[in-house]
């Protein structure tokens, strides 16, 4: 039946999706014996830990088809969330502040309580709550009395309040900039890292780093902090690439701050070793990170730290694999091109250079075409987006861009600035998580 001869398909079809998707997140959890799938839960659910595809597509499913089912049925409502939804950011910078997810770890409190531990005035810190409980962030479970769920537990990491704070307090200042930045003939079609919405709203000539290392050292810190708490699903991201064809090959880790993103794999695959190369400011956030949480590699010599500037010396010589994760994603493309051409010097023709980033994806589908271009396993099916309507790369695009005039890129672009380093991209490894890692290598002449 076509849409003109059934006006309700696209509805059908999301109904479709959603019944088929529900029903393997069902044989899941019963397979697996866990515990209800529910936000009043307060600890991760294991569907969420493991990597079997066929769940995280089903699961990947429901959530775009919430989305487009939202706008489709309460199209004013949907707007309005775009329009009202700074106060959304706000509440959770508050509760975030506040401690609020710490302060509720034993069980619900009232707001007078939560209110006399942090000072603050206690009915408008009810307002701020009760706003986030709209969006399953926190239970009002009595009058004036929260309580902690699935998703506000999530925050009492300090590395995740510190995400909260760098995008909220830090970047949405640029970002309320954007404007004056597009429309100013000094920074509308500048590339260069200190004409980025940024420079406005903070009033410096000073690049992002630059300016919070030397005037706002306490920003650097909770960059750095920030740096250690994306939440992603590890099974999954573990998958991404095959580490374990690697055996007992070195990484050096470039950029990589606290080793946030390779010392998980370190533990994953024995045999492997690392060196975390960064500013020198990042070492006692980094020994702290293995004491806290990585202790096993405490004096063994398997994970190490190594001062680095990627702008003025090449990383160690001769690993087997060098790694950048959110590294180029930091950087217009000058810039990136000197990160990525530092990493080449110090490769032999036996080294891989991993970028580990977002990559944007269309939202479009060719006219006739079922399924987006690229792998038809990793696409979303018809009729959500072809790229299943992937906010978190395009905010994170615009974040870039607000701080350092930098910016996401397709598949084309890095590998055209794989090819301005005097590297070949050889192969794209992708599966149903957020990020995507381009694979590299000397070029051949």
Same mark, same amino acid.
Request: hydrophobic share 40%; proline share 6%; glycine share 6%.
């Given at each position: 039946?076509?849409?003109?001869? &059934?006006?309700?398909?696209?509805?059908?079809?999301?109904?479709?999706?959603?019944?088929?998707?529900? /029903?393997?997140?069902?044989?899941?959890?019963?397979?697996?014996? /866990?515990?209800?799938?529910?936000?009043?839960?307060?600890?991760?659910?294991?569907?969420?830990?493991?990597?079997?595809?066929?769940?995280?597509?089903?699961?990947?499913?429901?959530?775009?088809?919430?989305?487009?089912?939202?706008?489709?049925?309460?199209? &004013?409502?949907?707007?309005?969330?775009?329009?009202?939804?700074?106060?959304?950011?706000?509440?959770?910078?508050?509760?975030?502040?506040?401690?609020?997810?710490?302060?509720?770890?034993?069980?619900?409190?009232?707001?007078?309580?939560?209110?006399?531990?942090?000072?603050?005035?206690?009915?408008?810190?009810?307002?701020?709550?009760?706003?986030?409980?709209?969006?399953?962030?926190?239970?009002?479970?009595?009058?004036?009395?929260?309580?902690? &769920?699935?998703?506000?537990?999530?925050?009492?990491?300090?590395?995740?309040?510190?995400?909260?704070?760098?995008?909220?307090?830090?970047?949405?200042?640029?970002?309320?900039?954007?404007?004056?930045?597009?429309?100013?003939?000094?920074?509308?079609?500048?590339?260069?890292?200190?004409?980025?919405?940024?420079?406005?709203?903070?009033?410096?000539?000073?690049?992002?780093?630059?300016?919070?290392?030397?005037?706002?050292?306490?920003?650097?810190?909770?960059?750095?902090?920030?740096?250690?708490?994306?939440?992603?699903?590890?099974?999954?991201?573990?998958?991404?690439?095959?580490?374990?064809?690697?055996?007992?090959?070195?990484?050096?880790?470039?950029?990589?701050?606290?080793?946030?993103?390779?010392?998980?794999?370190?533990?994953?695959?024995?045999?492997?070793?690392?060196?975390?190369?960064?500013?020198?400011?990042?070492?006692?956030?980094?020994?702290?990170?293995?004491?806290?949480?990585?202790?096993?590699?405490?004096?063994?010599?398997?994970?190490?730290?190594?001062?680095?500037?990627?702008?003025?010396?090449?990383?160690?010589?001769?690993?087997?694999?060098?790694?950048?994760?959110?590294?180029?994603?930091?950087?217009?493309?000058?810039?990136?091109?000197?990160?990525?051409?530092?990493?080449?010097?110090?490769?032999?023709?036996?080294?891989?250079?991993?970028?580990?980033?977002?990559?944007?994806?269309?939202?479009?589908?060719?006219?006739?075409?079922?399924?987006?271009?690229?792998?038809?396993?990793?696409?979303?099916?018809?009729?959500?987006?072809? &790229?299943?309507?992937?906010?978190?790369?395009?905010?994170?695009?615009?974040?870039?861009?607000?701080?350092?005039?930098?910016?996401?890129?397709?598949?084309?672009?890095?590998?055209?600035?794989?090819?301005?380093?005097?590297?070949?991209?050889?192969?794209?490894?992708?599966?149903?998580?957020?990020?995507?890692?381009?694979?590299?290598?000397?070029?051949?002449?």
């Amino acid at each position: 039946m076509s849409a003109e001869s &059934n006006p309700v398909r696209e509805l059908e079809m999301l109904r479709d999706l959603v019944v088929s998707s529900i /029903d393997v997140v069902k044989g899941a959890v019963l397979e697996h014996q /866990d515990p209800p799938l529910t936000l009043h839960a307060v600890d991760e659910h294991p569907i969420h830990r493991r990597d079997e595809k066929n769940v995280l597509y089903a699961l990947k499913s429901i959530a775009s088809a919430g989305q487009m089912l939202r706008a489709l049925c309460g199209p &004013n409502t949907y707007l309005n969330d775009f329009t009202y939804g700074c106060h959304d950011q706000t509440s959770l910078l508050v509760a975030c502040q506040a401690d609020i997810p710490n302060l509720l770890a034993e069980g619900p409190g009232h707001i007078d309580e939560l209110a006399a531990k942090t000072g603050l005035n206690a009915g408008v810190l009810a307002r701020f709550l009760r706003n986030l409980c709209n969006s399953h962030i926190f239970e009002e479970v009595a009058p004036n009395t929260f309580a902690n &769920n699935a998703l506000s537990v999530r925050y009492r990491s300090e590395a995740l309040r510190a995400i909260v704070g760098h995008c909220i307090d830090g970047c949405r200042p640029a970002s309320c900039k954007v404007w004056d930045a597009m429309t100013s003939p000094e920074f509308k079609n500048a590339t260069e890292p200190t004409k980025a919405p940024f420079n406005i709203a903070y009033d410096t000539p000073l690049d992002y780093f630059k300016y919070t290392t030397t005037v706002r050292p306490e920003m650097a810190k909770r960059t750095q902090k920030a740096m250690g708490g994306k939440a992603f699903n590890l099974g999954e991201y573990l998958s991404l690439y095959p580490w374990a064809r690697e055996k007992d090959a070195h990484i050096v880790d470039v950029g990589g701050a606290i080793g946030a993103a390779t010392l998980p794999v370190l533990r994953a695959f024995p045999g492997l070793s690392l060196t975390v190369q960064d500013q020198p400011s990042s070492k006692p956030v980094f020994d702290k990170n293995l004491i806290d949480n990585f202790s096993e590699f405490v004096d063994t010599g398997i994970a190490s730290f190594a001062p680095l500037d990627f702008f003025k010396e090449a990383p160690v010589k001769g690993a087997q694999i060098y790694f950048l994760r959110h590294v180029i994603h930091d950087w217009p493309d000058v810039e990136a091109v000197q990160v990525l051409k530092s990493c080449a010097s110090a490769m032999t023709p036996e080294s891989k250079l991993l970028i580990c980033e977002h990559m944007v994806c269309p939202t479009y589908r060719a006219a006739g075409e079922t399924q987006p271009r690229g792998d038809s396993q990793h696409d979303a099916p018809e009729p959500l987006l072809a &790229n299943w309507g992937d906010a978190p790369t395009s905010r994170l695009d615009l974040q870039v861009y607000s701080f350092i005039n930098a910016k996401q890129r397709t598949r084309v672009e890095y590998e055209r600035l794989a090819e301005q380093a005097g590297l070949e991209s050889v192969q794209v490894w992708r599966n149903l998580g957020d990020l995507t890692i381009v694979e590299c290598r000397l070029r051949r002449e």
